[in-house]
Every structure is written in C-alpha cells, then in structure tokens.
C-alpha cells in the first residue's frame, strides 16, 4: 500500500529493515562478497581468541583480603550493625520470623565476603 504525501512516498510496513535487506542481501548473493565477508570473519574470530592480558591488581590481593575478608573488622560491623537493626525490627513488628531473617542475612554476608577476598 503506497501513500504519497507532499515531501514522501510511504510504502506502509516497509521501514529501515527493507532498507538493510536491500543493502545486505543483494551484496552477499554476489560469491566474491560471501568468500570476502567469511574470510574476514574468520580472521576476526581468530584473532580475538589470541587477545591476553595480565591482573593488573594482583599485588593488592593482599589489601583486599586483609579488608574484606572474613577476618575484617568491616564483616564485624555489618554483623553488629545487622543484629541492631534485627532488634528494631523485631521492637516493632513483634514477630519472630525476624531472628530467621538475620540469620539469612548473616550467611548471606558471610557468603558475599567470602566471595570478595
């Protein structure tokens, strides 16, 4: 269905994907495209696996662990830091079930801790 207005002729449904249909498709029927655009694909992939690099932060392992280990004074303060808020929350809401979410949140942070260092 084509409309024609005063700057444009609309084709309906036919928008940018026609347009990279038209570009892309009538360029890989062509064999020499579809040689050319595999043998640089295949370069690229290859070339990207031989990529290296080294951990610029290994020296600070040491840092990082001795901070957010599990030994870390910062793992003592969320500990406390959770238990005063649980005791708020329980002062509040009245309900057991808070003493079960501490608990989860300590093996929680003791888990992400662990994971840190």
């Known amino acids: 269905m084509t409309r024609t207005g005063n700057s ?3 084709i309906k449904g036919r928008a940018v994907a026609s347009f990279f249909n038209r570009m892309f498709i009538s360029t890989y029927k062509n ?3 579809q040689i050319l655009g595999t043998f640089i694909m295949l370069i690229l992939t290859t070339q990207l696996a031989r990529a290296t690099g080294t951990d610029l932060l ?3 392992q040491s840092t990082v662990s001795s901070t957010f280990g599990a030994n870390s004074s910062i793992v003592k303060w ?3 830091a959770e238990i005063i ?3 708020f929350t329980y002062i509040k809401v009245r309900s057991p079930l808070v003493f079960l979410g501490l608990v989860i949140c300590i093996i929680f942070t003791r888990i ?3 994971i840190a260092a």
């Open 31 to 33: 064999p020499t495209c």
């Open 58 to 60: 290994a020296s600070q």
């Open 78 to 80: 969320f500990y406390i």
């Open 85 to 87: 808020i649980a005791l």
């Open 112 to 114: 992400a801790f662990a």
């Open 8 to 10: 444009l002729n609309i």
